[in-house]
Each structure stands twice: as structure tokens, then as C-alpha cells.
């Protein structure tokens, strides 16, 4: 198994000096071989948190214990159940109660959810979603759950903890997200993995005169296409920019910003058309019936493709280099784990499965279960693992910086109420770049500054 790199030697191979400061939005990340990765920096602050100090119970729990969920999806749904009846069979007195809700639907009310009544525990994600919920005083402190998890490295519990240096999650899984391909609709056309944007462009031409879609596109949910700015803005104007816009501190009407949807605007016609009518499952079918010859997304699109010969058709590269002085060492590399509410009805139970949770025991249930994601754990067996898997562990380990995404690397509310509508604008219309950047920043003022 490959040796995760400590602290020390991670930070003086890849982190630039101008994120070695104390700026709250600096993202900090590690090699993940199971290795380390490290979330966001925090808030500039936070609520006192925690529910109380009681730590994790030594012995068997007993009762119910309820835990929402968003993995709706029949593969990661039925990871999250696997999971769960593994847990309650090493705890038989107790049961585990899944309340499974869409997963947009969970994102939008989440934060009446939470000032509701939540369930004991809930899956959530690293990044600037958790810490806003701890400033908000709405989850409960896991600290003490922290105290017995050992095989995580510090990194991933500095993405676990918000700046009142508390942990409020624990990390289960991770996966990438690269452009997906067939390996044998690729053979069949003799076509190569682009290298650079233009390379990209002659593919996707070329696809064009074989019949196929280029690019899969499904924006219907809002989120997906977030991640296509990602890529391009860290192509564009590198790690630290990116960081800077998320965190309100770099002006939307930057020609910057407007050279990134521009650069898109080009791209759009090898696109799938009437994206906004469309999910992310119908595109991924879509290259799963060879109908499109790839798909930008997390590397969860291989839910949508059965196991065995199937899935290991299944390949990716990274997004191409756009700009030869910026390179393609930035990725997007999503933590998600599990939360404890604020006041949990059966707290013992909820920090013992918590505890569970991060074991490799539960960790390998999970990845067996759902193979598009990795587990965090570096007692983890990788033995087990698909070519995807394996190769999604080496494609993050040898990032030198890694984003969460945008609606995890900025506020909650102004990724869900100004860059969902404007992004899905853009896609409308996108000639009107001017207009759609001023309109960005002038709510972006607004948010920020409240």
C-alpha cells in the first residue's frame, strides 16, 4: 500500500506561498494514497457547537438511532444500507433508521432541516458546507468521536474541523472528477485523451462527423455544470484565483472571469443539447450507450454503468490544459461524510455509528458497494479495488492542488441562489457574458458583505 506523505512533506512539495497564510478561504491539500486530503479552511467564525462532552461508548449501544440521507440513487443508496446493517449487526441492540431523501431536495432544505428536527445523524460534506452549518450553531460536535478514530490523517480531520478547532464531521469517502470515456468507443474510432483545450476541440469535431455527441450535458439539477467552470477556471487562472473567487474576494466582472465563460461559450455547441431539461443520470446514460463520446463529471458516473465488463469499460483524463504557464495540476476531489445534529434523541448510538463510519471495516463495505468512490481510511484494503478505483487514487494523490467544488468551496446560500440561475442563464444565453458577470457580483456584494 502506498505510504500517505506526512504534513510536513506534503505542504513543502505543493502548497504556494500565497496559500500558506492564514486566509480563511486558503485550501490546503493532501495526497490521498489512501493518503490525506485537506479540506478548506474555515469561516472567520464559529458557534460554540457541540452537543455535549460525553465521548464514544466502549460497549454496546442500544435503541434507535435515525440517519438522513441523501444518497437517493439505487447504487450509493444501496451503499449507505449495506453500511448500516453492518453496524447493527455489530451492535445488535440497536437499530438504524434511514430516512432517504432526493439529493437535491436535501441540499435546498437543508438548513430547515436542521433547525427542525433532524435525524441523529445525516450525510453530508467537507468544506465550507460544514463549517457554515457549525458558524450557524446547527450541528453537533464530534470531537470526542475523533479522539478514538485512528487511520485518518491529520489532514482529512483539518477538513473535519472548523475554526473553533472542533471536528463537526467525519470523512467516508472521495472520489475525482475528470472527463469519462468508453475505452472501447475510443479504440473503435482510434481517438486519444486531448492534451491541451484545442486538442479537445479537434476530438470533439471529429466525434461530431461519427455521430456522436461529444460531450454529455445534463443541467436540470443545477449543479452539475458548476463543476465544467471549475475546470475551466483553474485551467484559466489557476488554484489560487479560483480560491479567491469562491471566497468572494475576487471581482466577477474580472476580465478573468470573462475570458472563462467565453472559453465555455466555445465549447457549448459540442455539448449535448436542451442540457436544462436533463439530469446528470440520463447524460451518463447517455455515454453509457456509447451515444456520446465523453461526460465531464465526478467519477459517481459509474452508477450509471452496470458492474463487471461494463464499468471496466469505463476510463477518464484529466481536463486539458488550456494554458501551458498553469498546467493541469489542479483537480476537484469532493470529501463526503456523515454529521451529528445539534441535539440528537440517542446520542450514544449516534456517535458509536460515527465511530463505525470511519473504521475500514465499514469503509471497504461501502467501496465495494458503490465503486466509483474511494475510501478515506488508510487501513482501507484497496485489494479490492477496480481499475477506476485504483486509478482515481493515484490521479488525486498526484495533484498538487485540489478543490472540493463550488457549491462545498463558497457559501451555501450564493452558490444555490446566484450561481445556479446564472450559470444555467449562461447556458441560455451566453452572449451576453457582460451582463451575466455584473449581475454575479452585484449579488455576490450583497451576500458577502451581509
Known amino acids: 500500500m502506498t505510504r500517505p506523505m506526512s504534513e510536513a512533506e506534503y505542504l513543502a512539495r505543493i502548497v504556494p506561498p500565497s496559500a500558506r497564510g492564514v486566509d480563511r ?21 464559529c458557534g460554540s457547537g457541540g452537543t455535549s462532552s460525553t465521548g464514544v461508548p466502549s460497549g454496546q449501544v442500544k435503541g434507535t438511532v435515525t440517519l438522513g440521507s441523501n444518497q437517493s440513487d439505487a447504487v450509493p443508496k444501496a451503499a449507505v444500507q449495506a453500511s448500516m446493517d453492518a453496524f447493527s449487526k455489530a451492535n445488535s441492540g440497536v437499530t438504524v433508521k434511514i430516512n432517504t431523501v432526493d439529493h437535491n431536495t436535501f441540499q435546498e432544505n437543508i438548513n430547515n432541516y436542521l433547525q427542525g428536527s433532524p435525524d441523529d445523524v445525516f450525510t453530508w460534506f467537507a468544506g465550507y458546507r460544514m463549517q457554515f452549518f457549525a458558524q450557524k450553531d446547527l450541528i453537533g460536535d464530534v470531537s470526542d468521536v475523533w479522539k478514538s478514530i ?20 467525519v470523512p467516508s469517502t472521495y472520489y475525482p472528477w475528470a472527463i469519462f470515456y468508453r475505452k ?8 486519444q485523451a486531448p492534451k491541451t483545450l484545442d486538442e479537445l476541440k479537434t476530438l470533439g469535431a471529429q466525434m461530431q462527423k461519427d455521430g456522436l455527441v461529444p460531450i454529455a450535458f445534463g443541467d436540470k439539477d443545477g449543479w452539475p455544470a458548476m463543476g465544467t467552470f471549475d475546470q475551466l477556471n483553474l485551467r484559466i487562472n489557476g488554484y489560487d484565483f479560483h480560491v479567491a473567487l469562491m471566497g468572494g474576494k475576487e471581482s466577477w466582472t474580472d476580465p478573468k472571469v470573462k475570458k472563462v465563460f467565453d472559453t465555455w461559450a466555445g465549447l457549448l455547441p459540442l455539448h449535448q443539447p436542451d442540457s436544462l431539461g436533463r439530469t446528470w443520470q440520463e447524460a451518463a446514460q447517455s455515454l453509457q450507450q456509447g451515444k456520446s463520446g465523453m461526460y465531464l463529471l465526478g467519477a459517481f458516473v459509474a452508477q450509471q454503468f452496470p458492474k463487471g465488463a461494463e464499468q471496466d469499460d469505463l476510463d477518464f483524463f484529466t481536463f486539458p490544459e488550456v494554458d501551458s504557464a498553469i498546467g493541469t495540476d489542479a483537480i476537484e476531489a469532493p470529501i463526503d461524510g456523515y454529521m451529528m445534529s445539534k441535539r440528537p434523541k440517542n446520542e450514544a448510538a449516534a456517535k458509536k455509528l460515527l465511530q463505525f463510519i470511519s473504521t475500514p471495516a465499514a469503509q471497504n463495505i461501502a467501496v465495494k458497494a458503490d465503486p466509483s468512490v474511494i475510501a478515506t481510511n488508510d487501513g482501507a484494503d484497496q485489494s479490492g479495488y477496480t481499475a477506476l478505483q485504483k486509478k482515481s487514487v493515484e490521479f488525486v494523490k498526484s495533484a498538487k492542488s485540489i478543490a472540493q467544488f463550488m457549491d462545498r468551496d463558497t457559501r451555501p446560500d450564493f452558490a444555490s441562489t446566484v450561481m445556479i440561475p446564472a450559470i444555467q442563464d449562461f447556458i441560455k444565453n451566453p452572449k451576453d457574458i457582460d451582463g451575466l458577470t455584473s449581475k454575479i457580483e452585484a449579488q455576490k456584494k450583497s451576500i458577502f458583505t451581509a
Open 150 to 169: 485512528t487511520g485518518m490523517s491529520d489532514a482529512l480531520k483539518k477538513a473535519s474541523t472548523a475554526p473553533d478547532g472542533k471536528q463537526y464531521f
Open 25 to 45: 478561504r486558503t485550501l490546503l491539500r493532501g495526497a490521498l494514497g489512501v493518503g490525506a486530503l485537506l479540506g478548506t479552511g474555515g469561516l472567520a467564525a
Open 184 to 191: 472501447s468507443v475510443f479504440a473503435k474510432h482510434g481517438y
